[in-house]
């Protein structure tokens, strides 16, 4: 009788916690707002201290750190909790009960920490400057550490170095960065002297060309910034452009280029002037400071573009593969909105093509572009790959949208978003969403078979 008692309050509790976890599960993909999740959100509890400020570790299978202090206003994992994605494939993961660690309290506790953290709240600066501090300050950094930190946000007033390093054109080496950098600022110097500063007599045609196209963009690029307006910092990017094209024959400049040098322009300014970027005058600095300037971001963006040169070179075909790429995940994630716009005819390249060409700088409020790249940066090698989850994360932000427009409106939605009042919190929640997807079905490379 005994026993028969203990089994039956033993069935009740399981049924409760299944039932919490269950309610915990779609309250976390509600919050997320995943619209179809082929995977399962798990709530369990960390092994280590809450006031722990060590670098978390992830399952093997996966790229990115979930660090609660990575920085960022977007801190995917709190102190009580962490985030796990479960293939539903495996049949040996369906059991929740097997995979519920917590207690049910401990569940609430940790959807609510979760729900804060995704919403937007900072962790503290303290820690946040504390870890990137600790990296930075040894005899070498260790460049995957950096990453893992770098991909939630860096601290802006510590960008410009982080950036060089994840590039790769700082040497992780403290003792020969600085030799490293004026070496290269001056092989920058070299090369304007000798492609940029001689008379259109010693230019081909297609030399004058190339040069009056970026004349004519510059003026064009982040034109509702003043800033970008001041006619030193277009010879700035003309020069940075001109010299990077001239280096790089097989693609040369492409319409683009010129957007994806302006946050390493500002990043680098940023060493050097203060404030805000409206208060910004680059006439207030010496030349041997927008010469550095200038260096950083010529090399910068070669290291940048070196990861993703058939995205440039003639008809664009890295960006056309990844076009379709994102086509066949949207399909999968978000079968509704594929039928609609497939329906309708709307063909992804008709607005996908701008956004993998300039990498969102074009959809996004510019103050949140610096941020968005650090993502990018700490991506690495990885990061064209990783551009298809962003971008599908980006597009489905309008799912319940896009289904109720037909061909005509959907283009004009897609090409004036509304993104122009978008703080941090609506950018965590695109990179979230990435995050998550990326986590599903990057191991399982089918799901983008057509």
């Not at 570790?57 to 801190?75: I, L, V």
């Not at 070496?183 to 040069?211: G, H, W």
Request: charged content about 25%; glycine content about 4%; aromatic content about 10%.
């Amino acid at each position: 009788m005994n026993n028969t008692n203990r089994g039956e309050d033993q069935r009740k509790s399981q049924t409760s916690l299944d039932s919490r976890f269950n309610q915990t599960l779609k309250n976390v993909q509600g919050l997320l707002k995943g619209r179809s999740i082929p995977g399962k959100v798990l709530l369990t509890r960390r092994s280590d201290p809450p006031d722990d400020l060590t670098v978390q570790e992830q399952s093997p299978k996966y790229e990115r750190s979930f660090s609660e202090n990575d920085a960022g206003t977007n801190d995917r994992m709190d102190k009580s909790g962490e985030v796990e994605v479960h293939n539903t494939r495996n049949p040996n993961e369906q059991s929740t009960g097997n995979k519920l660690r917590s207690s049910t309290s401990n569940i609430d506790k940790a959807a609510k920490e979760v729900q804060k953290s995704a919403i937007g709240a900072r962790s503290t600066d303290s820690a946040r400057v504390m870890k990137f501090s600790k990296e930075l300050s040894g005899t070498t950094v260790i460049l995957e550490r950096l990453r893992e930190l770098a991909w939630s946000g860096v601290p802006p007033y510590m960008r410009p170095m982080v950036w060089r390093l994840l590039l790769g054109y700082a040497p992780p080496n403290s003792d020969r960065r600085e030799g490293v950098l004026r070496r290269k600022r001056v092989e920058y110097l070299d090369c304007v002297a000798q492609f940029y500063d001689i008379p259109d007599t010693e230019r081909s045609d297609d030399e004058i060309n190339m040069l009056r196209q970026i004349a004519v963009d510059c003026p064009r690029t982040v034109p509702d910034l003043p800033f970008f307006q001041q006619a030193q910092v277009q010879k700035s990017l003309e020069r940075i452009l001109y010299t990077w094209a001239i280096r790089h024959p097989a693609s040369g400049y492409v319409q683009g280029i010129n957007d994806l040098a302006t946050p390493f322009l500002v990043v680098f300014l940023s060493e050097y002037l203060e404030g805000g970027i409206d208060d910004w005058s680059i006439s207030d600095l010496s030349p041997e400071k927008i010469s550095n300037m200038e260096a950083d971001c010529y090399w910068c963006l070669s290291k940048l573009l070196d990861g993703m040169q058939d995205h440039y070179t003639f008809a664009q075909p890295g960006i056309q593969r990844l076009v379709f790429k994102l086509k066949e995940l949207v399909r999968r994630i978000d079968e509704p909105v594929s039928r609609h716009m497939e329906e309708q005819g709307l063909e992804f390249l008709q607005f996908a093509f701008r956004w993998f060409n300039c990498l969102l700088i074009r959809e996004i409020p510019f103050h949140l572009v610096t941020r968005l790249w650090d993502t990018y940066l700490a991506e690495g090698d990885a990061l064209p790959d990783f551009l298809v989850y962003i971008f599908a994360s980006f597009l489905l932000t309008w799912s319940d949208k896009l289904q109720k427009l037909d061909f005509q409106e959907l283009v004009m939605f897609l090409q004036h978003l509304p993104t122009q009042n978008w703080t941090h919190q609506e950018l965590e929640m695109v990179l979230s969403r990435a995050f998550m997807w990326h986590s599903m079905f990057n191991s399982s490379p089918s799901h983008l078979a057509s």
